[in-house]
């Protein structure tokens, strides 16, 4: 069922550009690059939230990890792209290894609070290192390097986003439709069940916790590019709650409920600036009518009118 409209959806955004660059508007492009990391960061918590059970207030620390990791390197005198991105992957691999660790040691809003705690300490760390730009952030000299293709260009920057974006849902949904993504929704339903049949809770959980810190991270590395620029706000706390306010909004525990919540949540702050400096209480208005009216988030009730426009 859902080929029936993601097809179509692929199809639309691979023609955005020519689009966009025909009726003059080529800010479009470098908008929907930036939906369509979001989307990926998104993507990442929804895997731990929605399928895992696991409430991280502290998701934002591995995108901004990964994005510094980029910046840092290319300081350095590293452009390859791959090596950049890839190293961006590992990094903040490692670090959700190491607070996932910790704080997979405890349940509920302990878990909750300790993964708040390790991000804020990450982004005071962040902002005391003056060499990197403190609070002020840092600079990218130039977008990384990728053979034969200049992403330079913005054109050529969001397909290659784009790719990403699709190899990274590709590999989340063969992931959660394998044996280990199985087990973790069972994990999410009963946890004290599944410990009770031999499963290594805690592993999966942790493995689970390291595979979303590295699609953070990429997500990250994307941003960097997109932006030139790199700060400690990228891993402030209310990041991390505006990735959790996409995910409920396109739908915990959906697959496509991360891509959705960030188009429908970036779309809105895009048109909303427009009109008026408060554009968060428009938003968060949505937001409350969302968990009122559809508590499953927006894929569930698209997936509803799907249903029932059949014949």
């Not at 029936?4 to 929907?32: D, H, K, Q, T």
């Not at 691999?93 to 804020?120: E, K, P």
């Not at 990274?168 to 009963?190: D, K």
């Not at 991360?258 to 554009?279: N, Q």
């Amino acid at each position: 069922m859902q080929w029936r409209w993601s097809l179509p959806a692929l199809l639309l955004l691979v023609a955005l550009p020519v689009m966009a660059n025909a009726v003059g508007e080529s800010f479009y492009i470098a908008l929907a690059s930036r939906i369509l990391i979001f989307a990926l960061a998104a993507t990442s918590l929804n895997f731990i939230l929605g399928f895992g059970g696991m409430v991280s207030f502290g998701h934002a620390a591995f995108v901004g990890i990964g994005a510094y990791t980029v910046a840092i390197l290319t300081q350095m005198g590293v452009t390859d792209a791959w090596v950049l991105w890839l190293a961006a992957m590992l990094v903040s691999a490692l670090l959700a290894l190491l607070i996932g660790a910790i704080s997979l040691r405890t349940q509920g809003v302990y878990f909750i609070m300790i993964t708040l705690a390790f991000a804020q300490m990450i982004y005071y760390l962040t902002v005391s290192i003056k060499t990197y730009g403190g609070d002020d952030g840092l600079s990218l000299a130039a977008r990384s390097h990728i053979a034969f293709i200049d992403i330079n260009d913005d054109t050529s920057f969001y397909y290659v986003v784009l790719a990403v974006c699709v190899a990274s849902l590709c590999a989340v949904t063969h992931a959660l439709n394998a044996r280990f993504g199985h087990v973790l929704q069972a994990i999410r339903e009963n946890e004290v069940r599944m410990q009770a049949l031999g499963y290594a809770v805690y592993r999966y959980k942790l493995c689970a916790f390291v595979m979303a810190g590295a699609l953070a991270g990429l997500a990250g590395a994307l941003l960097a590019n997109q932006s030139g620029f790199v700060s400690p706000a990228l891993m402030q706390w209310n990041q991390s709650g505006l990735l959790m306010m996409m995910v409920i909004l396109g739908g915990v525990g959906h697959l496509y409920g991360g891509v959705w919540g960030a188009v429908v949540f970036l779309l809105l702050e895009e048109t909303l600036s427009h009109f008026t400096i408060h554009w968060q209480l428009g938003l968060g208005a949505l937001l409350l009518l969302v968990v009122l009216l559809a508590p499953n988030g927006l894929t569930r009730v698209l997936q509803r009118v799907q249903r029932e426009s059949q014949p």
